[in-house]
């Protein structure tokens, strides 16, 4: 108890607001990728007990665990090598991750992540780039897919579908421009509520230094209310929750080869879930697959050794004065 503070209450608030977002996120665009083999729940699963398990003995307790976009490209590609080899896909997966832990394992015990300090503030700098990029193109409108507030102006929107279904009267631009001003509003707000720390609003240092932790929660808390309460009958696209933690895969039959409803839409029930572990031994007889699957594994080792790496060059550079 003794670290129990409004200090380690505020970075979990905030820590839960910046991981649970993405999580979900990254977990619909899985869901799309693997057709609905890997999902929110399965990203949701992963990042919690992953999450927890680095900050107890990763040695970086700061370094915030989720998804990223190189991980989901490598995932894609991982998918499109085991449709033409004919194995399913998890278990392709199953055997690249095993590869993958074994390059780790070897990674970790002759400390090459040493070599990380090689990296100069150059590299720093692009890959801060990179990444804030990536954010501010997610939140404002990303030319490349269909993400971003600014997307939600177009009239062929994947959610505007949805809510025209469930209301004849929907107007989308109405749904965007108060999705615009959400957006807009909790920035400002964030930035508002961390300005408190050194103005003249209260007379009490501890109030003003409660209100610049809670800055992010506080803003997001705040126009949550405005939306329900002020806005309630415009319909605003949110985070798609699943209803029930179980596999995100619906299998139509006893096999589930297949996916409920999209491959059986006569089908009225799904004859159950996919099972939570992949079986290692699914090869429909191609032995080599286990032995082949360290070559993809090494791809995407390099391609985490440098994301993590870079990303913990970053964190720990002096400018930082971390202790």
Not at 133 to 158: E, N, T, Y
Not at 238 to 266: K, Y
Request: net charge negative; charged share 15%; proline share 5%.
């Amino acid at each position: 108890m003794k670290n129990f503070n409004q200090k380690t209450v505020a970075v979990t608030v905030l820590m839960f607001i910046s991981v649970i977002a993405p999580t979900l996120t990254f977990g619909a665009v899985y869901g799309g990728v693997t057709n609905n083999e890997i999902g929110a729940i399965e990203t949701i699963l992963a990042t919690s007990w992953v999450g927890c398990t680095y900050a107890l003995i990763g040695g970086m307790p700061m370094a915030v665990i989720g998804s990223t976009g190189p991980i989901l490209i490598m995932t894609s590609a991982l998918r499109s090598m085991a449709e033409p080899l004919g194995i399913p896909f998890r278990t392709f997966y199953a055997w690249v991750s095993v590869w993958l832990l074994i390059y780790t394992f070897i990674a970790g015990f002759f400390d090459l992540t040493r070599y990380v300090r090689l990296a100069t503030r150059f590299t720093d700098d692009a890959f801060a780039l990179l990444i804030v990029s990536i954010f501010i193109m997610d939140a404002i409108g990303d030319p490349f897919s269909q993400v971003g507030l600014l997307r939600l102006f177009s009239p062929d929107h994947k959610s505007h579908q949805d809510f025209e279904k469930e209301d004849p009267e929907y107007n989308y631009l109405t749904t965007a421009l108060l999705s615009l001003f959400l957006g807009l509003g909790t920035t400002w707000s964030i930035f508002f509520f961390r300005g408190f720390k050194f103005s003249s609003f209260f007379c009490s240092q501890m109030i003003r230094t409660n209100v610049f932790d809670f800055a992010v929660s506080l803003a997001v808390v705040v126009w949550t209310v405005v939306a329900q309460l002020g806005f309630s009958d415009i319909s605003v696209q949110g985070l798609s929750v699943p209803n029930s933690f179980e596999p995100s895969f619906s299998c139509c039959d006893d096999t589930c080869s297949t996916f409920w409803p999209d491959d059986c839409i006569e089908q009225e029930a799904r004859t159950g879930v996919r099972p939570w572990f992949a079986d290692l031994g699914a090869l429909n007889g191609k032995n080599w697959v286990p032995v082949m699957a360290a070559g993809p594994a090494l791809l995407a080792f390099l391609l985490i050794f440098l994301d993590n790496g870079i990303t913990w060059h970053l964190i720990n550079h002096p400018s930082n004065k971390l202790e």
